[in-house]
Every structure is written in structure tokens, then in C-alpha cells.
């Protein structure tokens, strides 16, 4: 464990899930099953595109038939109402007509996932942040053995110059640099995602006293309690091996869980 001047100031017991197997498919299906959950139904209008009074006889008798008159066998406008009678209208092939398969909005897309799998994915994913090959492999830059234990004061820092402070003397420099917002290049500019930002430090502490807040200016770098802490936080993207700063307070609640 480290203090906040980033020097070491005693020894603290890791719980069981530091040690753990790390299942990367697990941690997947976990995360994909809450994107699933998230997402909003949407789709088309049922009637859009069959708001005419085209039809298709089918017959060799009967007006609209189109048998025999060099037309295509398709529904046309029987009645005149600002088109002109005999247009193509409702199929899929034509102008003002619907769509072949438009997305429904009964679609149902939530994924159910299992409780101890998800919990199995869970303690994998905090396994993974104790493994340096992993939190390496993810992309992050550190100079400080894992897991990062810092003392509890941390969870009372309440401005972003002292946090910053901090984590510069804990040795995660690199890593917040690196995290910084960039400008996308290509057209993504012009429709609303200009600006990208990575991942950087994740704050688990055991309860928020003003560290969230001071968090939340600094790019890349996320904040959560034990009780509310989710494979998407420590895996962004599925991928597992995210940069955690564990409070000592989050440690002790966290073996409290069990």
C-alpha cells in the first residue's frame, strides 16, 4: 500500500479475487449482455410506404391486372390522390415504397446472463488487474507494481490539482498523457464524434467523499464504489486489464462482500 506522496506505507492482504483465473470469454459474454440491456428498441413506422391506394389484382380480368400491357406485375394506385393513376407504389423496388426488412421495434434485445456467471466474470475481471502483462497488453503505461493500494485518505481528495497531484506521485503519469482527447480524423468530425478520449485510471474506492467529483474533470479517468463496481468498468470494451487505483476502503469492503 502507498500514500498519497506515493511512498510506501505498509503491507495490506488482497483479497482471494486477485488471484483468481481470468476468463476472457466470460468477461465478454458479461459485458456484451449489458450493452444488450441498454439498448433502446427502435424501429420503422408499420405503415410507412403503403399509405396509397395501390394493390395488385393478380387476375388476367379486372383493371390493374397488368397482364399483357408491358407493365410489371406490381401494386399500382387505383385512385387519384396527387400521383398518377397506375404508379408503382408499396412494393420495395419502388419510389415511396416500404422497406424490404425494417428493423421492429418488438425486437426483443436484451440478453439474459447468468448470476454466478456474472459474478465469475466479475472476479475475473478484477483478477486481471493484478496481472501486468494483461494491464500491459491493454495499452496502459505505468512504473508501479499492481495492484495499486492507496491509503484511505484518497477517497477524501475533493479537487482535481490535488488528485492530479497524486496520481503523478503514485507513477501513472504516463498513462494520463496517454489517455488525452485527440481529434478523429476522417468525416467523423463533421457528424458529432470529433473528438475521441481513451481510457486511462479507474478510482475504486469504498465510498465517495468528494473524490468523484474530482475525477470527473480529468480525461480518461473514471470513478466507482465496490457496491456499485461492473465488468464494463474494469474491462472497457470487453477487454480486460484496466489501470485500477484500489482505496484501502474498497479493499476492506470488498473482502466484506463475501
Known amino acids: 500500500m502507498v500514500g498519497l506522496d506515493g511512498q510506501k506505507k505498509g503491507e495490506v492482504e488482497l483479497p482471494s479475487e486477485f488471484g483468481g483465473e481470468v476468463r476472457t470469454d466470460l468477461i465478454r459474454r458479461a459485458v456484451v449482455a449489458s450493452w444488450k ?31 399483357n400491357w408491358s407493365h410489371s406485375r406490381l401494386p399500382r394506385i387505383m385512385l387519384s390522390s396527387g400521383r398518377r393513376v397506375g404508379k408503382a407504389m408499396a412494393s420495395p423496388n419502388t419510389v415511396g415504397g416500404m422497406v424490404a426488412f425494417p428493423p421492429r421495434v418488438e425486437k426483443i434485445w436484451a440478453q439474459k446472463i447468468n448470476k454466478k456467471e456474472r459474478l465469475f466474470a466479475l472476479r475475473s475481471a478484477i483478477a486481471a488487474t493484478a496481472q501486468p502483462e494483461i494491464v500491459k497488453a491493454r495499452g496502459h503505461k505505468f512504473s508501479v507494481q499492481l495492484p495499486i493500494v492507496v491509503e484511505s485518505k484518497l477517497d477524501e481528495v475533493k479537487t482535481t490539482k490535488d488528485l492530479i497531484a497524486i496520481l503523478n506521485r503514485i507513477g501513472v503519469t504516463e498513462d494520463l498523457a496517454r489517455a488525452k482527447t485527440k481529434v478523429r480524423s476522417g468525416r467523423g468530425k463533421m457528424r458529432g464524434r470529433g473528438a475521441k478520449t481513451g481510457k486511462s485510471v479507474l478510482i475504486v474506492s469504498g465510498a465517495d467523499k468528494g473524490v468523484k467529483k474530482a475525477a470527473a474533470n480529468i480525461p480518461g479517468v473514471d470513478f466507482s464504489t465496490i457496491k ?31
Not at 236 to 253: D, K, N, Q, T
Request: proline share 5%.
Open 37 to 67: 440491456n441498454e439498448k433502446q428498441p427502435f424501429g420503422s413506422d408499420p405503415d410507412a410506404g403503403n399509405r396509397s391506394s395501390a394493390k395488385w389484382d393478380g387476375t388476367r380480368k379486372g383493371w390493374g391486372h397488368g397482364y
Open 228 to 258: 456499485v463496481l461492473s465488468v464494463e468498468d474494469l474491462a472497457p470494451g470487453s477487454h480486460a486489464g484496466r489501470l485500477v487505483i484500489w482505496s484501502e476502503s474498497a479493499i476492506a469492503a470488498l473482502k466484506g462482500a463475501k
